[in-house]
């Protein structure tokens, strides 16, 4: 009968620390942490603490959304928990599936985060659609003009070699290959 703690963030800028102090308070007596994103399914730290649950123990995490990717994954949780005796408590939520109230609570939320998380990509894609309107680039600017393209190309048919443009330019020889292949188009 195990308390098992699992603190995530979703980048390698943010703080563990808040979340780890409240399982420290909590009595844990183990801690997973991570720094991944909740969309993605390679959480190796949430597959180890997934594996070492056991009958009788405690999870512990602090908010709900820390947890799963998706309220259908919250859901294939809470039955794989409830299929082997285990408890999940969402403390800042306070959340106890130990209780009936805990259960309702917690498939309550579940819903109501993946809607939050849907209503925050939609703004994302919304934000990105307006900046491009606007004539905001994204991305990282292209190394290579047309100016430089041409001289490439001049080089190329004076003798220079692959390898050596992709020195003299400070590029990759594939973007030597598809500068040479963009000028060659223009002009044929």
Do not use: W
Request: proline letters at 1%; one cysteine or more.
């Amino acid at each position: 009968m195990s308390r098992i703690g699992y603190a995530r963030v979703s980048s390698t800028g943010q703080s563990l620390e808040v979340q780890l102090s409240k399982l420290g308070q909590a009595n844990c007596d183990r801690i997973y942490q991570e720094k991944r994103s909740g969309r993605t399914a390679d959480r190796p730290e949430f597959q180890a603490c997934m594996n070492y649950l056991r009958e009788g123990d405690t999870l512990i995490i602090t908010r709900l959304d820390r947890l799963a990717r998706s309220v259908v994954h919250l859901a294939q949780l809470a039955k794989r928990f409830q299929r082997e005796g285990i408890d999940l408590l969402v403390m800042d939520q306070n959340i106890d599936t130990s209780t009936s109230t805990g259960r309702l609570m917690f498939n309550m939320l579940a819903s109501i985060a993946e809607f939050e998380n849907d209503l925050r990509t939609e703004r994302q894609a919304e934000g990105i659609a307006k900046a491009k309107e606007n004539g905001v680039k994204f991305g990282r600017p292209a190394k290579m003009t047309d100016a430089k393209r041409n001289q490439i190309y001049t080089r190329r048919i004076a003798g220079a070699s692959i390898g050596q443009l992709a020195k003299e330019f400070g590029v990759g020889e594939a973007t030597i290959y598809r500068a040479l292949n963009s000028v060659k188009q223009l002009k044929y």
